[in-house]
């Protein structure tokens, strides 16, 4: 078991990564056929690490997920050099917000990504935002990859949130 001022570490390194990097991928599991999908989506991270986004409820990944699903994440970027590789994966589960809630995760969001509050502001595009549904990832695990302390190196955090 790690020592709590090793989790500490591991965890502000953790979100260090999040606010760092602006999309992940989000892999779902169609709770009918069994059939796996996964799409990449700008997110934004809150304080107590939860990832929110935002996606049509109607899109695969969207119906996948319903009001709430299991889920898997990787947050990462492009790499050529093997030893440099860093990369977040998280399990954990989406659910769709409403209320104060997805107001507050809304709220979140738009910090991040001030350009949505201009696209909500433009006729015809509003709409299509308005449609869109906020979601929040709430990971219970995280495993943060990061080959440049050594070969495949990485560290795993759970529970995610205090």
């Not at 969207?62 to 998280?90: C, F, K, M, N």
């Not at 495949?152 to 529970?159: A, M, W």
């Amino acid at each position: 078991m790690r020592a709590s001022g090793e989790e500490a570490g591991l965890r502000a390194r953790v979100a260090a990564y999040l606010r760092t990097h602006h999309t992940m991928t989000i892999a779902t599991m169609d709770p009918v056929g069994n059939a796996p999908h996964a799409a990449c989506v700008f997110y934004a991270v809150d304080d107590e690490l939860r990832l929110i986004f935002l996606s049509k409820p109607a899109s695969v990944h969207g119906s996948h997920i319903g009001e709430l699903a299991p889920v898997a994440v990787t947050v990462t970027e492009q790499y050529v050099d093997w030893e440099r590789i860093q990369g977040l994966q998280l399990w954990g589960e989406a659910r769709l917000l409403g209320g104060t809630a997805k107001a507050a995760a809304l709220t979140v969001y738009l910090k991040r990504f001030p350009f949505v509050r201009d696209i909500m502001a433009k006729p015809g595009l509003a709409d299509l935002i308005r449609g869109m549904g906020v979601y929040r990832v709430t990971p219970h695990r995280a495993a943060f990859t990061d080959n440049t302390t050594g070969v495949f190196g990485r560290e795993v955090l759970e529970p995610v949130t205090e």
